[in-house]
């Protein structure tokens, strides 16, 4: 299973990058990955005008789309769309950050798991 990633660089540049997240088998119920330790969970409701510019991630966290698209852009100005259904980890809570608003008019409902220091995906 892949998602995208964004993360900062030692200069505080922030990039795009890829997560692989094994799974193996589960029997019946499917493919299944190793349990990972979660902080909280927040759900959000991001206005059909949302234009957020600069600014890091306020901690490192797995973000769900649920409903909505926008787009991520990182320092180097490369652009991401996103949409209901797609994974992001956002790690780059340190330098430049990220860019982030919506896409086509749409209110965008999404939910952020924090993750505790040291969880390694």
């Known amino acids: ?15 795009f990058g890829e997560v692989n997240i094994n799974v193996r088998d589960g029997g019946p119920i499917g493919m299944l ?3 990972f330790a979660a ?8 206005p059909a005008d949302y234009d957020f510019k ?13 409903k909505g698209s926008c787009e991520f852009k990182v320092s180097n100005g490369e652009t991401r769309q996103f949409k209901g ?9 340190e330098g430049e950050g990220h860019c982030s608003k919506a896409l086509n008019n749409e209110i965008r409902h ?3 798991v924090t993750l505790p220091e040291g969880t390694v995906l």
């Open 54 to 66: 600069w600014h890091p991630a306020p901690q490192r966290q797995l973000l769900f789309i649920i």
């Open 110 to 112: 999404s939910i952020f």
């Open 1 to 15: 299973m892949q998602f995208t990633r964004i993360y900062n660089d030692d200069q505080g540049k922030s990039h």
């Open 39 to 46: 902080g909280e969970m927040i759900f959000r409701e991001t």
């Open 85 to 93: 259904g797609d994974v992001l980890l956002l790690e780059d809570t």
């Open 33 to 35: 990955s190793e349990r």
